[in-house]
């Protein structure tokens, strides 16, 4: 079954800088790509997703890049906040099954004023 | 805005005791699921329904059955709980036609004594 990686445990970055979240995968019939967060104490939140159909998806200061030959993808926040800081959970599986899409164990992005 | 509410929020239970975790969903989704989220672990998915009536064995499902009464409620139900059974466990809801993403509830927290 699919396997999904995140390599950073914990990110810190300062207040304005970029940060860049990693994720690899093991299946390569894994064409949906959602990432999460959840603040101290919450519950998850959808943030941004991609399909494999494209490599880069974009939406406000969050981009989503997607290698499917290297089977990872990323999580690029630029101009990061305080209100950023939270735990970013990247996801894989089939598009059609949510129920298969695994879960990475989390990254804890720590914004430093 | 979607909406899924968890009851109880928190709950201290016996080993060897019954606990009904309960979900409901006013998003009008097919597909409801129980994940429980632990440190280290990430966020795994213990059982799953695709409507009223329908329960299936997610990737984590020993320990645990579940029931979907209506299209609104999900129930995740411990009828021996264990210490290590002692996690927080998220309820979700989500549909093919919102994308598969998935809306969570708060959070339930368990602890198993």
């Known amino acids: 079954g699919e396997k999904v990686e995140q390599h950073q445990s914990t990110l810190s970055v300062r207040e304005g800088d970029s940060a860049v979240i990693n994720c690899t995968y093991t299946?390569?019939?894994?064409?949906?790509f959602p990432w999460y967060k959840q603040e101290a104490g919450k519950s998850l939140h959808f943030v941004i997703d991609?399909?494999?159909?494209?490599d880069r998806k974009q939406s406000q200061r969050l981009t989503v890049l997607l290698d499917k030959k290297a089977k990872r993808f990323s999580l690029h926040i630029t101009a990061t906040q305080p209100e950023d800081s939270a735990i970013y959970f990247c996801?894989?599986?089939?598009?059609?099954?949510?129920?298969?899409?695994?879960f990475g164990k989390g990254t804890h992005l720590h914004v430093l004023p | 805005e979607a909406a899924v509410t968890q009851s109880p929020r928190n709950k201290v239970a016996v080993t060897g005791g019954k606990v009904t975790l309960s979900c409901n969903q006013t998003?009008?989704?097919?597909?409801m699921y129980w994940y429980r989220q632990d440190t280290g672990h990430g966020l795994r998915l213990i059982h799953y329904?695709?409507?009223?009536?329908?329960?299936e064995k997610g990737d984590i499902p020993d320990g645990y059955k579940a029931s979907r009464p209506s299209q609104e409620n999900f129930s995740l139900i411990l009828e021996l709980a264990t210490p290590s059974q002692t996690s927080v466990y998220f309820c979700?809801?989500?549909?093919?036609?919102?994308?598969?993403?998935?809306?969570f509830g708060e959070g339930s927290r368990l602890i198993v004594v």
């Open positions: 996801a894989a599986g089939p598009d059609t099954n949510a129920y298969k899409v695994i």
């Open positions: 299946d390569t019939a894994s064409s949906y």
């Open positions: 998003n009008n989704h097919n597909n």
């Open positions: 979700a809801s989500g549909d093919v036609g919102t994308g598969n993403t998935l809306y």
């Open positions: 991609i399909r494999s159909n494209v």
């Open positions: 329904s695709y409507g009223a009536g329908s329960t």
